[in-house]
């Protein structure tokens, strides 16, 4: 790997980062006022976060069956079966 793309994949790695954190600290700042809103909020941040790694790996589709790259594709597919039961699971919860 050259060393522009591996400087291109730190950034998008921090960028995600960085916007986890952000969401969090805001969630901890905000969750009060915007407890109304929660919901949408998740769908929506759900959502982009969707589109996001539909993106990532539609780019690598090539890639996605050797080494570390297949084991990031399954993660994906971890993280997505581990939103929607988060997704289901805060809909149906009567709090």
Do not use: P
């Not at 998008?12 to 805001?26: D, N, P």
């Not at 759900?46 to 539909?54: K, P, S």
């Amino acid at each position: 790997m050259d060393k522009n793309k591996a400087a291109l994949q730190l950034a998008q790695s921090a960028s995600a980062l960085g916007a986890g954190i952000l969401g969090f600290g805001i969630g901890t700042r905000w969750g009060a006022v915007l407890y109304t809103y929660a919901f949408a909020i998740i769908i929506i941040g759900a959502l982009f976060h969707i589109y996001g790694m539909y993106i990532l790996q539609k780019e690598n589709a090539q890639e996605k069956y050797f080494g570390i790259a297949k084991a990031l594709w399954i993660s994906a597919w971890i993280c997505l079966i581990a939103l929607a039961i988060i997704i289901i699971y805060l809909f149906f919860d009567k709090q």
